[in-house]
């Protein structure tokens, strides 16, 4: 499996870029990575750091904090639509969510909202 965007490249191509002569360019086109990364990873290792950093470049969840406030919620009332859900956390707590962020919030807790059978059922399916 090959580098993916948005992952740091092996610790083992780390290491031989960090042991590698010569200048940046060259360390760069021999390894086929960027001069800046060459760059980054020989300052690093100039602080100590011969690993790859933490990424932080990831954004906290909007409901974060309410998640026991929401399980509270839908144990009290399973049959609410996302919509009602959404409205109910901009109304209480002031936190305006779309019903995305609903939905993947109540995946992460295990959460599921059941579908309701409004429609009569149809004539020609057999029951």
């Not at 011969?50 to 954004?59: E, I, K, R, Y």
């Not at 399980?71 to 019903?99: D, K, Y």
Request: aromatic share 4%.
């Amino acid at each position: 499996m090959g580098w993916r965007r948005g992952q740091a490249y092996g610790q083992d191509l780390r290491d031989r870029v960090l042991a590698a002569e010569g200048s940046i360019r060259e360390v760069a086109s021999r390894f086929a990575v960027s001069d800046s990364y060459v760059a980054r990873a020989r300052s690093r290792q100039q602080l100590g750091q011969v690993s790859a950093g933490v990424q932080c470049n990831h954004v906290p969840p909007r409901l974060q904090g309410l998640e026991g406030v929401l399980t509270e919620r839908m144990a009290a009332a399973p049959e609410q639509t996302l919509t009602q859900l959404c409205q109910w956390i901009e109304a209480e707590h002031g936190v305006r969510v779309s019903l995305t962020t609903m939905w993947k919030t109540l995946g992460r807790l295990g959460l599921t909202l059941k579908k309701s059978h409004s429609r009569p059922p149809s004539s020609n399916v057999p029951t």
